[in-house]
């Protein structure tokens, strides 16, 4: 710590009270792939279980006569 005046200088490590590790960088990207991972499965199970229209149908409705 250097002063100057009534000014106290510190350096990064010494304001910050220790070192960085980088672990808030892995907990965001883990919590990102998981959340994409999560989000697909459930569209993904949502898709291949859903009743599939019949066909020449929009939405399942019935179509009118020609």
């Keep these: 710590m250097e002063r ?3 000014e106290a200088h ?3 490590n ?3 009270g220790g070192s ?4 808030v ?11 994409i ?3 697909s499965l ?5 898709a291949l279980t859903a ?9 399942g409705q019935a179509a009118p006569p020609s």
Excluded: M, N
Excluded at 42 to 46: K, L, R
């Design 37 to 39: 991972g999560a989000l």
């Design 4 to 6: 100057h005046g009534d």
């Design 25 to 35: 960088r892995y907990v965001l990207i883990i919590g990102l792939v998981l959340a």
């Design 42 to 46: 459930i569209w993904i199970t949502g």
């Design 10 to 12: 510190v350096t990064t």
């Design 51 to 59: 009743e599939q229209p019949a066909e020449g149908t929009v939405s």
């Design 14 to 16: 010494e304001a910050r």
């Design 20 to 23: 960085t590790e980088h672990v």
